[in-house]
């Protein structure tokens, strides 16, 4: 087989693998002992960039993704303690006033249980079980360190309808916040109830999240990405985060639950303006 041929049955294996299809490579044994053959016959760069965007494709070509009760109830379902790559998928009623259209969706059960999950988050680990199980999941915080930017982001984004209000240590003002004991209890149980997540493990975790940020639209990203919604200091979630961090009390302190509305209001003012703008433009 020439190399040419090789390169073009090669993109024609991605164009299957678009973002219409949902080809399970795990039950697709013809696709699998394809992709095998090309990575043998193909030299050690091409055979690399190969798995690098199958990697990409990976949580759109699955459609699957372990829900979030399931990381707590054996070793087999939660990820390693390896470096690797995870997307977080959320239920698509759950999450009001972030913009979902160009997101990836996957769909569990069947009519009429069936449901849709939205990717909305992709992260590196270099400590997958630390990272999405311990801080995301159960929001242990790291002393000296900043908490999780995904579950502050949940976090203010729900804090209308959870009730919840950041709170500042008095040891580490600047750099720890929390949603108290009981909003983070709350917060907790709303990711149990209503988010999934898939994983790969990998070295090159700095580059391939910068490839999949671009490849995937993906909100609730804050760093390297272009979204209205998230990117800058004056979209959207950057300002609700920081105007919540302004009025953060200190612990055992009384929440200030009429600035924490204002902020609130002010979110959501802000992307139906953007919403509308789109909408104009299109």
Known sequence: MGRKKIINEYEELLDRLSINSLVDLQ??????????????????QLSYRIMHDLKILRFMVRGKATPAKKLL???????????????????VPSLLYVPKKGCEIITTGRWPFRRYWTLLYVGKAS?????VVKQHVLGKLVRGKAQSSLRQ????????KLKLCLYKYRDFPNKEYTFGKKGERRLTIWILDNAMVDWFETEDIVQMEDAIIQFYTL??????????????????????????RDCAPYLRKRPPKDKVREAYDRFVESVQHFINEEETLA
């Open 153 to 160: 982001s949940l976090g203010c984004l729900l804090c209308n």
């Open 219 to 244: 909100p609730l990203n804050t760093k390297n990405n272009c979204h209205w919604f998230s990117n800058g200091r004056t979209s959207p979630l950057s300002t609700l985060k920081k105007d919540l």
């Open 73 to 91: 109830n054996s070793v087999k379902t939660a990820p390693s303690f390896k470096p690797g790559i995870y997307g977080w998928f959320f239920k």
């Open 127 to 131: 400590n997958l079980f630390e990272r």
């Open 27 to 44: 039950y697709n044994k013809k696709l699998k002992k394809k992709l095998a053959k090309l990575v043998r016959l193909l030299s050690p």
